[in-house]
Each structure stands twice: as C-alpha cells, then as structure tokens.
C-alpha cells in the first residue's frame, strides 16, 4: 500500500524549531521530487519546499528561506523539514507529497498543485 506519513508537529515558541519527517511505504521515494506544503486557517494551501528527484536542487519559498532546510534520507526513505526559527506566521497543517515531477520548483515558483501521492498532514502551532 502506497503511503505518505508525516510526523514531528507540535506547538513551539516563536523562535523555536521543529524537524517534520515524511516517511513513505510502498514505493521508494527517491524516485521522486518531494514537497512540502502548507495551508493555514482560511488560506489556501502553499508550497514551502521542495527537493528534486536527484537531489540536484532545492527550492524554498521566499517567507521560509534561511530558515528551513528539506533534505532526504533514501536509506530510512523520508525526507525532512527542519524549521528553524519559527514565527506566528508558520502555523499551518504541513504535507508532504511525492510526485515524478521534473520541475518541482514550480510548485512554489507558479502555485502548481501536484497530482502525486500525499500524506494527510501534521499540525504546525507557533505560540506563545
């Protein structure tokens, strides 16, 4: 059974960090382009991250650059999401989805939704 699980969500302090993982069964994630969306309380879902199929590069939003980092672990097959120095403004559910695109900075770059395997969130809250 092909399956996305995020985990590592939590409340944290503004200014805090966190280190989501994405762990795949079923197929081999690093086959694939990876992403890391989110989508806060009455907005609609955005890209965050994404780390292409051979690893060649990765993309981040502007409002998280220099402050998460995506990478992967093909021998655990997940990838991950540290997020560092965290803001009010990060609070959303984060997914991860895999998908076999080869131009996966175009999810963030022009606001594509990719059709792939996705998982079904993890809750992200920055509060004091």
């Known amino acids: 059974q092909v399956q996305l699980v995020e985990s590592g969500g939590g409340l944290v302090q503004p200014g805090g960090s966190l280190r989501l993982s994405c762990a795949a069964s079923?197929?081999?994630?690093?086959?694939?382009?990876i992403g890391w969306f989110r989508q806060a309380p009455g907005k609609e879902r955005e890209g965050v991250s994404c780390?292409?199929?051979?690893?060649?590069?990765?993309y981040y939003a502007d409002s998280v650059k220099g402050r998460f980092t995506i990478s992967r672990d093909n021998a655990k097959n997940t990838v991950y999401l540290q997020m560092n120095g965290l803001k009010p403004e990060d609070t959303a559910v984060y997914y991860c989805?895999?998908?076999?695109?080869?131009?996966?900075?175009?999810?963030?770059?022009?606001?594509?939704?990719?059709?792939?395997?996705w998982g079904h969130g993890t809750q992200v809250t920055v509060s004091s």
């Open positions: 079923g197929f081999t994630l690093d086959d694939y382009a």
């Open positions: 989805v895999a998908d076999l695109a080869s131009r996966p900075d175009l999810w963030i770059v022009a606001g594509i939704t990719p059709g792939g395997y």
């Open positions: 780390i292409s199929s051979s690893d060649a590069y990765t």
